[in-house]
Nanobody
Framework: QVQLVESGGGLVQPGGSLRLSCTAS????????IGWFRQAPGKEREVALC????????YYEDSVKGRFTISRDNAKNTVYLQMNNLQPEDTAVYYC????????????WGQGTQVTVSS
């Protein structure tokens, strides 16, 4: 059974940074589009950005442009989400998903990791 696991969430002050990781068992992430979704309290889960199978980063939320970046470490079978200049509105549970295409929910999901931005 394929499992994705997110890690790296936590509590950070406004303006701080976090790096989230998405790893997988029984699945090579290098061959998938990896999307990062987030779900803020009381809101629906929405895609923020995605890295395609061609390693192109696609942003779906303008608010994260210039602050969030995705990268792959294929040797570690890990995809990272580097988040800089975090703001309270970035508070959410962050999920990674793996699938064939960006812009749509993938076939596999992680359990999510909580990111809280607060002073």
């Amino acid at each position: 059974q394929v499992q994705l696991v997110e890690s790296g969430g936590g509590l950070v002050q406004p303006g701080g940074s976090l790096r989230l990781s998405c790893t997988a068992s029984r699945f090579a992430l290098r061959y998938a589009a990896i999307g990062w979704f987030r779900q803020a309290p009381g809101k629906e889960r929405e895609v923020a950005l995605c890295i395609s199978r061609a390693d192109e980063t696609i942003y779906y939320e303008d608010s994260v442009k210039g602050r969030f970046t995705i990268s792959r470490d294929n040797a570690k079978n890990t995809v990272y989400l580097q988040m800089n200049n975090l703001q309270p509105e970035d508070t959410a549970v962050y999920y990674c998903t793996a699938g064939a295409w960006c812009g749509e929910p993938g076939d596999y999901w992680g359990q999510g990791t909580q990111v809280t931005v607060s002073s």
